[in-house]
């Protein structure tokens, strides 16, 4: 066996495959049976002559060792095969119905517009750029912050004593400096005006990624909660429908009102062009469908399932974030969903609104029910991801078919962050942590990144000798998003010394 060089101490990934090189991989012969009696040979001539070669390999072999076995004798599996085991909730492939893919094609035939495969990219990009509004007391505080320092700079070109009638010009010249660099280095945030136009031009680039995200968010609901069975559901900020047709995809006839709530004429218009779809009597492809550019105004209307996606950005301040939160959660009887863009403000935005459900901030209490994080985070801790010195995205990736147009390709991969929250503490909710990014698999060990139910991030690597074959193989057929059925014990857990890595798609 030939022994490949050792990595740095400070740089190693921890796991064996990054010091040894194995001749083949995937081949189960003796050779490879042997090959860990071998490895330790090797490593006894080398650890001889290596200075700290120990505590090298000890960093290797054991990156975290609080990943605890599971009992290959217990039912965890329930007859399942490992591929589809409790803790996986991630999808291949995803479809949109095929009525709204040909309702959407026959519109786009018909229209005029031109260039529209450029003013889809470009909308599709100002939309994932896209952040939040800076709020009045930060503008002001940059702004004096600029201008004390700017003070700062012109006291030593000017003397002290050096004050006449030019010291009212300086003054002037100070402030325009302070208001064209505050210009420049200030994200201007406009509200946008869904026109005709520009409501046409979303379907056509936001749909598909929209359907694709929120179904993947709903499918965790009814995979890990099948008795959960919604009648009706509130859409805020609907735009083209697509909640509702996810929704439908999921539960079908089961819920009898799709509520959609969008402050556009010409989106609610749009979307019910598309509902409707090609059918000769016009009538709405599923029945239940109600468009409304208002809220109810009554807390005692409630539904089982309230989602809002990518519309929370859409509001003009942090105060009216909150408000909107705190009204979506009073008319939420069993899920309340929010999806966002997967970028830093998008994850910033769904940390804001789980504090506010979470705190309890209404001053009327309409639902005595506590609310419980369902998904992702295993816990009710601050998020490991937002720390003070470098804030990182916490999103997930889902693949689906694009809508056949002919400046797309066939499949296209959306990046979302969301949040599920949850009337009550469900009886059955396992403190599985989240595996956040993608798994890597080695020969004979696994590296998973998760976030833990004591709010750690912890890098571990599984393999089938310590942690028992099912956990093994279950962590072997996991993708970023699953959870992982493992439990840690009681103790002190190791943090991550690694963050995440680039590829994790910061933004």
């Known amino acids: 066996m030939r022994i490949a060089p050792l990595p740095s101490q400070d740089g190693g990934q921890g796991g064996l495959e990054s010091a040894f090189a194995p001749a083949r991989e995937g081949k189960r012969d003796l050779s490879n049976m042997a090959a860990p009696r071998g490895l330790r040979r090797a490593w006894g001539s080398f650890n001889s002559t290596v200075p700290g070669s120990a505590l090298a390999l000890r960093g290797l072999a054991t990156v975290i060792p609080n990943v605890s076995r599971v009992d290959n004798t217990s039912s965890f599996l329930e007859k399942l095969p490992h591929r589809k085991h409790p803790g996986a909730v991630h999808l291949k492939n995803i479809s949109l119905p095929s009525e709204l893919v040909e309702a959407a094609r026959f519109l786009v035939s018909q229209s005029s517009m031109r260039s529209m495969e450029k003013q889809t990219k470009a909308l599709t990009n100002y ?186 950005n859409e509001l003009r301040s942090y105060s009216e974030r909150v408000e909107t939160v705190q009204t979506l959660w009073r008319k939420t009887d069993g899920f309340l969903v929010l999806v966002e863009n997967g970028t830093k403000e998008g994850h910033q935005i769904l940390m804001e609104a789980r504090d506010v459900v979470l705190k309890g901030t209404d001053k009327v209490v309409h639902d005595p029910r506590e609310p419980h994080v369902f998904a992702p985070c295993p816990h009710h801790l601050p998020c490991p991801l937002l720390s003070s010195d470098r804030v990182l995205p916490c999103n997930f990736t889902q693949r689906y078919y694009a809508l056949p147009f002919s400046w797309n390709p066939a499949q296209k991969e959306e990046r979302f962050s969301f949040l599920i929250l949850r009337r009550g503490a469900g009886e059955t909710e396992e403190p599985w942590p989240r595996i956040t990014q993608p798994v890597l698999c080695r020969p004979r060990h696994i590296h998973v990144r998760l976030c833990c139910p004591d709010g750690t991030l912890q890098h571990a690597v599984v393999t089938a000798q310590k942690h028992g074959r099912d956990l093994y193989r279950c962590a072997r057929n996991s993708q970023c998003g699953d959870r992982l059925p493992v439990l840690n014990p009681d103790g002190e857990q190791v943090l991550e010394e690694e963050r995440i890595s680039e590829d994790k798609g910061q933004s």
């Open 127 to 312: 939309l994932w750029s896209r952040k939040r509004p800076m709020e009045t007391v930060d503008l002001r505080k940059k702004a004096e912050q600029m201008e004390q320092k700017l003070r700062q700079e012109m006291a030593h070109i000017h003397r002290k004593d050096a004050l006449d009638s030019s010291s009212e010009v300086d003054e002037k010249k100070l402030q325009k400096k302070v208001m064209n660099i505050i210009r420049k280095t200030t994200y201007h945030w406009e509200a946008l005006d869904y026109t005709e136009e520009l409501s046409f031009l979303y379907m056509a680039a936001r749909m598909d990624g929209m359907f694709a995200a929120v179904y993947r968010a709903l499918h965790e609901i009814q995979k890990r909660v099948p008795d959960f069975q919604p009648r009706t559901l509130l859409d805020f900020g609907s735009g083209t429908g697509t909640v509702s047709w996810a929704a439908h995809s999921i539960w079908g006839e089961t819920i009898k009102e799709y509520m959609n709530i969008d402050s556009s004429a010409a989106m609610l218009d749009l979307a019910e062009k598309l509902m409707k779809g090609l059918s000769e009597n016009q009538d709405p492809l599923f029945p239940g469908v109600y468009f409304r550019q208002f809220l109810p105004v009554s807390p005692k209307v409630k539904f089982d399932l309230v989602v809002s996606a990518y519309s929370l």
